[in-house]
Nanobody, 120 residues
């Protein structure tokens, strides 16, 4: 599975962005897709997951949501009320299976990352 993330950019605090992750290759609606982010000097952080349902990490719950369009093999990360601390490179990842995996080591397909910068 090949993943292409897009939608990052510069936004002011309080603003919104929608990230997209398009999958190609041997895709399947049964594939789990997830979003992670990595800020400079920090470890890669789990943000959310889309499988048979969706799951959002507590750190962004209430501000971020995930949606998925299986017809387009695309998963979206909707980010609202953005804060400067949300500044990071955002990555999408995929793996087979329906369980919720929150560790980066559990994913074997990764997109190239898209940079989100939130100014104060």
């Amino acid at each position: 599975v090949q993943l292409q993330a897009s939608g990052g950019g510069l936004v002011q605090a309080g603003g919104s962005l929608r990230l997209s992750c398009a999958a190609s290759g041997r895709t399947s609606p049964s594939y789990a897709m997830a979003w992670f982010r990595q800020a400079p000097g920090k470890e890669r952080e789990f943000i959310g997951w889309s499988g048979g349902s969706t799951y959002i990490a507590d750190s962004v719950k209430g501000r971020f949501t995930i949606s998925r369009d299986n017809a387009k093999n695309t998963v979206y990360l909707h980010m609202n009320s953005l804060k400067p601390e949300d500044t990071a490179v955002y990555y999408c990842a995929a793996r087979s299976g329906s369980a919720i995996y929150t560790s980066p080591v559990d994913y074997y397909s990764w997109g190239q990352g898209t940079l989100v910068t939130v100014s104060s």
